[in-house]
Structure formats: structure tokens, C-alpha cells
């Protein structure tokens, strides 16, 4: 018997000793059932990736939506939802409340939204995968997140493989270059889950490089107005301690209080942009707000630059937050005073705008500056957040982003025409109010309490709760304060004799300020509540619910005219 040298046993020699017509075909055939097997295993396996590829997705978007889902910010939740758009493969998006009810979310056709939770967990088409992750807040179950999205069709995957099929019978005869085929396949497949993975580093990376860059230039830009601030309340309150001449005094108190009245305009101006803050409109005389902004303009933009103001008499009065109005003009004019480094003028007029067709009346403010100009790509992006073409640290390009915010929130719009080299002019166009003017008034004294009322306080800063006591005493009421809305339920199980409960909103412990203003409601309904918050998201389910409410950073007078028109409404606060 002769023996084949080892060198020689190799496949290609084994395939050419089996090449006859009937054993090619066996083995095209078992070729044929060993890849259509493992194209089932790659089928499977590509389904438990793009599982998890989904789930990870709905788990991120769960953590998102926790917050504007527990205040009920349908804005912010719809926001969240609406990101995923950009993958075209989610097919449906939606998030349910606590009961199960659908709270927002997009579909695109055929695919169908399911109209509640219990839907949700039925089975997802054949083409797609669907999975639904719970939104939770610490142990507190607040909803859920469903989410669908596609794989590729039966005819195209079937298509796939059945060239994959006629591939391997019209080379059954050349089992070699087949075996060699697979191989490159199998090195293409891990190429690309390698290709794959590293994208999906790469997008993390960018995401979060983009987001610490739009940190460092938040802060950069911020940092410095706010250390100006601090060093007027820390100085002043040094000096106070050093002196005790009263002229003095109140010079100093009143630097002090100018310090937290422009640090509380800063943060609501941050706030504004991503529009989380509510604004508080009341009619307002144009001509007579903007005239009150010429000390500080004068103070903001520096010495080389001119402010010429145009504001005829009769300009027509608007609804809008006044505190956003002038945070909005004075945007423009800096932005303006940046284009003109060498000094010159800005110039600020008022017009009005009569309707005709589907334009109502307005109210026009133009600005315009005599500086660089914007090239017209541009234009397009000076009101997006965070955008800037200033160096880091120099600003924020907050300032325009508050002003398209201010602008679309009172119901108008923003305009700008620029010529390079000439100048620019940033127009507002406000919505015409047929309501009187509201006329600036001087700032009224606090009013004292009627009678003796005792106010229980739920604060958990000990700070804030001693300066908010300290006013509650001054304003002649008499306060007694706790932690948190479990000690203050306990509180009022034990002795209900309170004239109103006055509470944070955000705290720790299983009853927030929200929750503890509702329980009482429906259990002492004859108590008022009132709530205080320096989240503006809050602000929002408190406006829902009805329950008055105080934004902090809040002065004495503040607190006494609510006060007062709360006691007023649950009849504690009648002689």
C-alpha cells in the first residue's frame, strides 16, 4: 500500500480525490446546510446585538427623561424623544407615565405608537425589536421608555443568503476557493464588528468632547460676572463689620443687594436659552422700559461707545416678561459693542408695525451697530447655543440664544440684516397688546402680618431656612420650621393649627414639595400652601397644579405681598 507524503494531505488534495460529479454534489450540499446554518447563528447573533444595541439606547434615553417626566415638562420630554429621529432605524419612541399613559413619543409609518404601556409589552413586529425600559427616580418608579427599532426585511436577508447559496453550488467543484471565500467572509464580519465598535467610541468621544467644550465655555464665561458679584457681597459685608456710620451702612447694603439682584438676572438668563424658565408677562410701555436701561447700558458697554435711542411717544405697549425684555436689548448692544473694538454708536429705535392679512400688529425695537458685519453663512448660526466666535473664556454665546428664546416664548420673532464692513441691525418684533401699560411703580414697603398667623416652614438648607425665618419674624408672623415633607406631614398630624405652609420643592425623603402641597390639599384643604423652588422646571407642574409659588432668589417685600395674597385666598388672612 503506498503511503501519500505527509506534506501532501492537504484539503485541495482530499477535494480532488472526492471531485466526482455525485460527491461534488454531496458536498455542495453539505456546504449549502453547514452555511445556512451559520448564517443562522449570525442571524441570531446579530439579533442579540441589535437587542442590546436598543436596550442601551432606551436605558440612556430613561436616564434623560427622569426629571422633565417627574415635573411634567412635556416641552423638555418631548425633546428627549425627538433626538432619536436621527437614527433612522428607530422606527417608535415613547414614554408612558406612572399609570401607564402616553405622555409623548413619535412613530414613522407603517410603524404604530402604542397608545399605553400595556401595548407596549406586546409582540413587535418580525422585521423589528422592540423593548421597554423603566424610568426611575432613586427606588421611585416615575414611568417607562419603549422603544422599536428595525432589522433588515425577510426578502432581503432571504436574498442574502440565497446568494450566498448560489455561490457556494455554482463552485462546488472548487471547494478550495470556497473555504477561502468563507474565510474572507468570516475576517470581513469581524472587520466590520471591529469598524462597528470603534464608531461607537468615537461617537462617545465627540459627544462628550462637545459637551465639556460647551462647559468650559459656559464657565469661562460666567465665572468671571459671578466672582464680580461674589466680591461686592463678601467686601461689602467685610466693610459693614468696620463701620458703623448709617449713611454708610445703607450705601453698602444696598451694593450688596445690587450684587444678588444681578446674580439672580444672570442665572434666569441662563436659564432662558434652553428654555426651562417661565417667563412672567405683564403690558409693559416700550418706550419707558428701554429709556430706565440707560445707566445700564452706560455701565456695560464702556466709554467709547454711543447710545442713541429713537422711541416715539406713541409706541404701542407689549406683553412680555420685562426682566427677559431687558436682558434681550442688552444681549444685543454687547454683541454690538464687541463688533466695534475701536468705539462708536448703537443705535436703538422703536416703530410701529401696523397687521395686514395674517400679521397682526406689532411692535418693532431695531438695534444697530457700525461694526465688522456677519458674513452671510453665518447669520444662520448666531442664535444657537453655546455658538461664538470669541475666544474661550470671553463669552458664552448664551447672549443671542436668550434673545431668540425671549423672542419666540412672547410670541414674536427675531430678525438680522447685515452687511460685512457696514454694520448690522437685530430687530425684534413684538405681538401688539391692547391692555393699558402697567407704569414702573416704587418699590413697595413689606407688609406686616395681620393678627397672629403661624407659618410652618419646610426648608432643608439650613442657611435658607434661617434667612427665610428671619423674614417670616420681621413680617410679624410666627414660624416654626422643619426638614423635610415627612416631618411636616408628621407635623400636621400632631397639631394642625397653622396658617399656611410655606415649602421648598426640591428635597430629600419620599415626599418632595409637590407631593407635600397635594396631600394637603386633600387632607386639610382648608390650609394654604405655598411652594418655593430655584428650579424652573419645577416651577412649571407648580403653575400646573394651581399652588402659588415663589422663585428664589426672593426679597422681603416678595414674601410679604404673596403672603398676603395667599392668606388672602384661604380666608386666614381677614380681620
Same mark, same amino acid.
Do not use: C
Given at each position: 500500500?503506498?503511503?501519500?507524503? @505527509?506534506?501532501? =494531505?492537504?484539503? /485541495?488534495?482530499?477535494? #480532488?480525490?472526492?471531485?466526482? +460529479?455525485? *460527491? %461534488? ?73 406612572? @399609570?401607564?399613559? =402616553?405622555?409623548? /413619543?413619535?412613530?414613522? #409609518?407603517?410603524?404604530?405608537? +402604542?397608545? *399605553? %404601556? ?79 465598535? /470603534?464608531?461607537?467610541? #468615537? ?5 462628550? *468632547? ?84 440707560? #445707566? ?280
Amino acid at each position: 500500500m503506498t503511503q501519500v507524503p @505527509q506534506s501532501r =494531505l492537504s484539503l /485541495g488534495n482530499v477535494i #480532488a480525490q472526492m471531485a466526482t +460529479p455525485l *460527491s %461534488a454534489v454531496l458536498i455542495a450540499l453539505m456546504l449549502l446546510a453547514a452555511g445556512l446554518a451559520a448564517t443562522f447563528q449570525l442571524e441570531q447573533l446579530a439579533r442579540i446585538e441589535k437587542l442590546r444595541q436598543t436596550t442601551a439606547q432606551a436605558q440612556i434615553l430613561a436616564s434623560g427623561i427622569a426629571a422633565p417626566l417627574a415635573f411634567d415638562d412635556d416641552v423638555a420630554l418631548q425633546e428627549y424623544l425627538n433626538a432619536l429621529k436621527a437614527d433612522p432605524q428607530i422606527v417608535a419612541v415613547a414614554a408612558y407615565d406612572g @399609570q401607564g399613559g =402616553l405622555a409623548g /413619543g413619535f412613530a414613522r #409609518a407603517p410603524a404604530r405608537l +402604542p397608545g *399605553s %404601556a400595556e401595548d407596549a409589552r406586546r409582540d413587535a413586529p418580525s422585521n423589528a425589536l422592540a423593548v421597554a425600559v423603566p424610568v426611575k427616580q432613586g427606588s421611585t418608579r416615575l414611568g417607562s421608555v419603549y422603544l422599536m427599532s428595525t432589522l433588515d426585511s425577510l426578502s432581503r436577508r432571504l436574498t442574502r443568503y440565497l446568494g450566498i447559496a448560489v455561490i457556494v453550488l455554482a463552485a462546488s467543484v472548487l471547494i478550495v476557493m470556497l473555504a477561502a471565500s468563507y474565510s474572507s467572509l468570516r475576517r470581513a464580519h469581524q472587520t466590520l464588528q471591529a469598524e462597528i465598535a /470603534g464608531r461607537q467610541q #468615537a461617537e462617545e468621544a465627540l459627544r462628550q *468632547s462637545q459637551k465639556m467644550e460647551a462647559m468650559g465655555q459656559l464657565t469661562g464665561g460666567v465665572a468671571h460676572d459671578f466672582n464680580n458679584l461674589l466680591m461686592v457681597a463678601s467686601g461689602g459685608l467685610d466693610l459693614m463689620e468696620r463701620t458703623s456710620d448709617p449713611v454708610r451702612l445703607e450705601k453698602l447694603k444696598a451694593g450688596i443687594r445690587q450684587a444678588v439682584d444681578r446674580g439672580a438676572k444672570l442665572t434666569r438668563q441662563l436659564l432662558a436659552f434652553s428654555r426651562r424658565t417661565p417667563l412672567n408677562p405683564e403690558v409693559i410701555d416700550l418706550r419707558e422700559r428701554i429709556k430706565g436701561m440707560d #445707566a445700564l447700558l452706560e455701565r456695560s458697554l464702556g466709554e467709547s461707545i454711543e447710545v442713541a435711542m429713537h422711541l416715539p411717544a406713541g409706541l404701542w405697549p407689549v406683553e412680555v416678561d420685562a426682566s427677559e425684555l431687558e436682558v434681550a436689548i442688552l444681549n444685543i448692544a454687547l454683541n454690538a459693542r464687541d463688533a466695534m473694538p475701536r468705539g462708536g454708536t448703537i443705535v436703538i429705535e422703536g416703530a410701529n408695525l401696523p397687521g395686514g392679512g395674517d400679521l397682526p400688529d406689532r411692535t418693532q425695537i431695531a438695534v444697530t451697530d457700525g461694526g465688522a458685519g456677519i458674513a452671510p453663512d453665518l447669520i444662520n448660526k448666531i442664535f444657537e447655543p453655546f455658538y461664538t466666535t470669541k475666544e474661550v473664556g470671553q463669552g458664552t454665546g448664551l447672549g443671542l440664544s436668550q434673545v431668540y428664546g425671549f423672542a419666540r416664548a412672547s410670541g414674536g420673532e427675531v430678525l438680522v440684516d447685515s452687511i460685512v464692513g457696514q454694520g448690522t441691525t437685530i430687530t425684534l418684533l413684538l405681538p401688539r397688546s391692547l391692555l393699558p401699560a402697567r407704569h414702573s411703580d416704587s418699590l413697595a414697603e413689606p407688609v406686616a402680618a395681620f393678627g397672629k398667623q403661624r407659618i410652618l416652614l419646610v426648608e432643608d438648607d439650613d442657611n435658607v431656612a434661617d434667612t427665610v425665618g428671619g423674614m417670616l419674624v420681621a413680617l410679624g408672623y410666627e414660624a416654626e420650621r422643619v426638614d423635610n415633607g415627612d416631618e411636616a406631614l408628621r407635623r400636621l398630624e400632631e397639631n394642625g393649627e397653622f396658617s399656611l405652609i410655606l415649602s421648598d420643592m426640591i428635597m430629600p425623603g419620599e415626599v418632595s414639595g409637590m407631593d407635600l402641597a397635594l396631600k394637603i390639599r386633600q387632607l386639610w384643604p382648608h390650609l394654604g400652601t405655598m411652594l418655593m423652588t430655584g428650579y424652573s422646571a419645577a416651577a412649571a407642574s407648580a403653575a400646573k397644579e394651581g399652588i402659588p409659588l415663589l422663585a428664589k432668589p426672593f426679597t422681603i417685600q416678595d414674601l410679604s405681598v404673596q403672603l398676603m395674597t395667599a392668606l388672602d385666598q384661604t380666608g386666614a388672612g381677614r380681620a
